[in-house]
């Protein structure tokens, strides 16, 4: 006999049914439950690809608009390249001196610095074909010339040559007071207090014979105001912008040297960048080389007319004086970079940069 009654059994069965059939739709839930929780780890485990960051820094104070065009580039780039990279600014020679920024950028300190080539020429020789140089920024890309300098940029600086921006500007000497030419009509400096500056002294101590004085941007004004200098070289374009143009009262014709203005990437940063960020930033630059020339050409125009307006005077050198003037700048600059090559242990590539800087017209 069966050890419960058909009752019990029958009752027992539906239990067990009952049973059977709830462990089934439990076992179901467990099985969706741990695929949901499957799905969410792997969802976890996926990489997520983050943004890069790119710090930057500026060798001028803001108010200057060679400093203010870097803002616009960088504003240019962050907005091509939102959700795959940022740049960010950190300041400008508050941050970190206007002398060390190139230094900084070479020891990963800060990843991108907008500075002057020349600021750099002590350790990348190079630098002094951008100075000399009477061609654009477009038309040294083209012809190569910037890949060149960018392979002196890696070797030399760890570095990339991100950009060459409001190129194809001359420098001016400028003057508190009435310049002086000789009875061939060339400048005589004697008598004055001239600034100095990597980029020309040089030329200023060999060529013009000047005991120059080395000072700071962020320092002119007050050296202006207290007479500490009396002539600065300065691009055509930008006096007003710290109100220099109080003081400076002349300008001396003819310019001489290039604008060289540059953004530089430390290189081990450049390499860990994303293929897609390097491609959006070198577009971005590229574009904003031919860019930031025509507006900084335009400013040099509206600039130059508004301070004849405002009765700064411009003092002539004769034609034969003005191009001795020029070549001699050119000729001072190159010979340092040959120089400077030498003491580095080789001039491979002198001829190839020069060729491609500076042109026949």
Same mark, same amino acid.
């Given at each position: 006999m069966h050890p419960y009654p058909m009752k019990a059994r029958s009752t027992l069965l539906l239990r067990t049914a009952g049973d059977l059939a709830g462990r089934h739709v439990r076992g179901r839930c467990r099985i969706a439950l741990a695929g949901i929780a499957m799905g969410m780890s792997l969802s976890v485990a996926a990489p997520v690809l983050a943004m890069d960051t790119i710090s930057a820094t500026h060798a001028f104070p803001t108010t200057i608009t060679y400093t203010q065009s870097f803002l616009e580039f960088v504003r240019k780039a962050n907005e091509a390249g939102k959700g795959v990279f940022e740049i960010k600014v950190r300041g400008g020679p508050e941050a970190i001196p206007q002398m060390q920024q190139a230094n900084a950028a070479r020891d990963g300190v800060v990843d991108m610095v907008n500075l002057p080539c020349a600021f750099m020429a002590g350790t990348v020789p190079e630098c002094d074909v951008v100075s000399? /140089?009477?061609?654009? /920024?477009?038309?040294?890309?083209?012809?190569?010339?910037?890949?060149?300098?960018?392979?002196a940029m890696q070797k030399r600086m760890d570095a990339h040559?991100?950009? +060459?921006?409001?190129?194809?500007?001359?420098?001016?000497? +400028?003057?508190?007071?009435?310049?002086?030419?000789?009875?061939?009509? /060339?400048?005589?400096?004697?008598?004055?207090?001239?600034?100095?500056?990597?980029?020309?002294? /040089?030329?200023?101590?060999?060529?013009?014979?000047?005991?120059v004085i080395n000072v700071n941007v962020p320092e002119v004004y007050t050296a202006l105001e207290r007479g500490t200098i009396e002539i600065m070289g300065w691009p055509e374009i930008g006096i007003q912008d710290a109100n220099w143009n109080r003081f400076l009262k002349y300008r001396i014709d003819p310019g001489f040297f290039s604008v060289d203005v540059m953004v530089i990437v430390n290189k081990k940063k450049w390499d860990s960048l994303t293929p897609r960020t390097r491609e959006i930033l070198s577009k971005v630059s590229q574009e904003f080389e031919v860019e930031s020339m025509k507006a900084m050409r335009a400013l040099a125009d509206t600039q130059d007319a508004d301070l004849r307006k405002k009765g700064l005077q411009f003092v002539k050198q004769s034609p034969e004086a003005g191009r001795k003037f020029v070549q001699a700048a050119v000729d001072e600059n190159l010979k340092r970079m040959k120089e400077r090559m030498q003491k580095s242990g080789s001039v491979e590539g002198y001829d190839a940069l020069v060729s491609r800087f500076i042109t026949t017209k």
């Open positions: 000399a /140089a009477n061609v654009s /920024a477009p038309t040294a890309r083209a012809n190569g010339g910037m890949d060149l300098l960018d392979k040559l991100l950009g +060459w921006f409001g190129s194809d500007l001359q420098f001016h000497l +400028w003057s508190v007071r009435e310049p002086k030419l000789d009875a061939q009509g /060339a400048l005589d400096v004697s008598g004055f207090k001239v600034r100095g500056n990597p980029l020309y002294n /040089a030329f200023f101590t060999n060529f013009l014979k000047a005991q």
